[in-house]
């Protein structure tokens, strides 16, 4: 199983400012590495696919770097409804796994 | 437009089975994608729970694997989560989701997700 590490925990940031969240794999999951925003009370919302690659109405300040083990989603200048929880998950192999989460939060 | 709505009950007592139904409306579910559950405990991050292609081929977190069944029921466009002996660490807002999968040689996420239900296991 691949086991994917994210850090930090927590992010205390103010609006405005850049966030950079890493997502580590114990193993190469080449491309195959998603991020999800979650708020709470809500379903997780896809941010980008295929490491880099922004989903359907994601607006340009997040953008998602990285292959093979290491892995990094940037939020250029963060807006008040930004701050929220981030997953990073892989399904280059079975089973599918979820990083543990970074909170960002208002600081 | 895509959506997946989970029902099913949201008491279940300790050592029963719970059992879950994802209802996808808006594309057919022998379409060609995974269907998955995955869970999220109160406080806590997601966990997969298992998921499972229209055509048989089903995963199952190992964590869960001797517990766990998703079926998928292509007349009804249903996919469904049977999860037996279930304990307190079972309570969890579950949420349904559709894989979408590799195309184009892109693995492109959980792309479109239920708004989730809340299942509390009782003593």
């Known amino acids: 199983e691949i086991v994917l590490t994210q850090s930090p925990v927590t992010l205390s940031l103010s609006p405005g400012e850049r966030a950079t969240l890493s997502c580590r794999a114990s193993q190469s999951v080449s491309s195959s590495l998603v991020w999800y925003q979650q708020k709470p009370g809500q379903a997780p919302r896809l941010l980008i696919y295929?490491?880099?690659k922004r989903a359907t109405g994601i607006p340009a300040r997040f953008s998602g770097s990285g292959s093979g083990t290491d892995f990094t989603l940037t939020i250029s200048s963060l807006e008040p409804e930004d701050f929220a929880v981030y997953y990073c998950?892989?399904?280059?192999?079975?089973?599918?796994?979820f990083g543990q989460g970074t909170k960002v939060e208002i600081k | 437009q895509l959506q997946l709505q989970e029902s099913g009950p949201g008491l279940v007592k300790s050592a029963a089975t719970l059992s879950l139904t994802c209802t996808v409306s808006?594309?057919?579910?022998?379409?060609?994608?995974?269907w998955g559950w995955i869970r999220q405990p109160p406080g806590k991050g997601l966990e997969w729970v298992g998921s499972s292609y229209y055509s048989g081929n089903t995963y199952y977190n190992s964590s869960l694997k001797s517990r766990v069944t998703i079926s998928i029921d292509p007349s009804q466009n249903q996919f469904s989560l049977k999860l037996t002996s279930v304990t307190a660490a079972d309570t969890a807002v579950y949420y349904c989701a559709r894989d979408r999968g590799i195309i184009d040689y892109r693995y492109r996420g959980l792309d479109v997700w239920g708004q989730g239900t809340t299942v509390t296991v009782s003593s």
């Open positions: 295929d490491a880099s």
């Open positions: 808006g594309e057919t579910i022998t379409s060609g994608y995974y």
């Open positions: 998950q892989q399904r280059s192999n079975w089973p599918l796994t």
